[in-house]
């Protein structure tokens, strides 16, 4: 069965804050997690994919990935307004062609 | 510049008016996909397609029609379009979608579609 969970929201933090979205899944073939951005009325964006246990970072965003609990989660540090959006997690099974998205989780960046 | 395109992106029609949205990329990717977005439902595939006819479906293939002739170009076909199906529609690409853990999917910029 295929799942994503996600909290829809809407989150709200203070600028200069860190926001952390959370995501969890039911599917333990699941290979590769994926964290994408979408701004309203937009396309989803890609921010960062992670595949193994632990944290990966680029620049004020972290992905961290825990497979024995099925959980991967998205951490923005020092917020801004502009970071406010809809944050999608999706995963991929292994060698498989589709991709499997969550609801979603908006954030807003209260100046 | 590299893309994603479709079109239209704004479309209004009637219950059984059929219609084709069209979809193309300049990246030489091989991997295609449809995706519908709805309120509280978020992103569901549609169809896919791994080359040059090679289809298949997603999570939510009724009531639609693909086609993958050219490499480029991956249309979304709805023969007789009805009201269940007003959504925002979003094409992607890939290069290697499958086989690799670390490829990503280019979106185009969506297809607002309303059946009336």
């Known amino acids: 069965q295929k799942e994503v969970e996600q909290n829809s929201g809407p989150l709200s933090v203070p600028e200069g804050a860190i926001a952390s979205l959370n995501c969890t899944y039911s599917d333990r073939g699941s290979q590769s997690f994926f964290w994408y951005r979408q701004y309203s009325g937009k396309s989803p964006e890609l921010i960062m994919f992670i595949y193994s246990n632990g944290d990966k970072e680029d620049g004020r965003f972290t992905a961290q990935l825990n497979k024995a609990s099925q959980y991967v989660s998205l951490l923005i540090r020092d917020s801004q307004p502009s970071d406010s959006a809809t944050y999608l997690c999706a995963f991929k099974r292994a060698g498989s062609y589709q991709l499997t998205f969550g609801k979603g989780t908006k954030l807003s960046v209260i100046p | 510049e590299a893309q994603v395109t479709q079109n239209p992106r704004y479309l209004i029609t009637v219950t059984g008016k059929k219609l084709t949205v069209t979809c193309s990329q300049n990246?030489?990717?091989?991997?295609m996909s449809w995706y519908r977005q709805d309120p509280g439902l978020g992103l569901r595939q549609i169809y896919y397609s791994m080359n040059v006819e090679v289809t298949d479906k997603g999570d939510v293939p009724e009531g639609y029609k693909v086609s993958r002739k050219e490499k480029r170009n991956f249309p979304l076909i709805l023969e007789s379009p009805s009201p269940n199906q007003t959504s925002l529609y979003f094409c992607?690409?890939?290069?290697?979608?499958?086989?690799?853990?670390?490829?990503?999917?280019?979106f185009g910029p969506g297809t607002r579609l309303t059946v009336l």
């Open positions: 990246m030489n990717h091989e991997y």
């Open positions: 992607a690409s890939s290069p290697l979608w499958g086989r690799a853990s670390t490829d990503t999917q280019y």
